[in-house]
């Protein structure tokens, strides 16, 4: 198994509200690795937005790891 990395950009002015998602496109060879990756992502994700919208909108980013099936390799 293989897992991905999901950022949701979330914001906290009333109900908390995730409408925005991303895929990281990185694949992980283990939740480790992916966990430990998203909070390097979403800082600096979180670092690219402007203070006074992070501020105004109230963000913060969310994240999550995926499994996801690989194929096996086929040598031709």
């Known amino acids: 198994m293989k ?6 950009l979330c914001t906290f002015i009333q109900q908390p509200q995730c409408p925005t998602s ?7 060879d283990n939740y480790y690795d992916c966990i430990t990756e998203g ?3 979403s800082y600096s ?3 690219e937005i402007p203070i006074d919208e992070v501020n105004e909108k109230k963000l ?3 994240f999550a790891c995926q ?3 690989t ?3 086929i040598n031709t």
């Open 3 to 8: 897992y991905v990395l999901i950022l949701y």
């Open 22 to 28: 991303s895929v990281v496109g990185v694949e992980f």
């Open 39 to 41: 909070y390097k992502y």
């Open 45 to 47: 994700r979180l670092k």
């Open 60 to 62: 913060a980013i969310r």
């Open 67 to 69: 499994e996801v099936e």
């Open 71 to 73: 194929k096996p390799k």
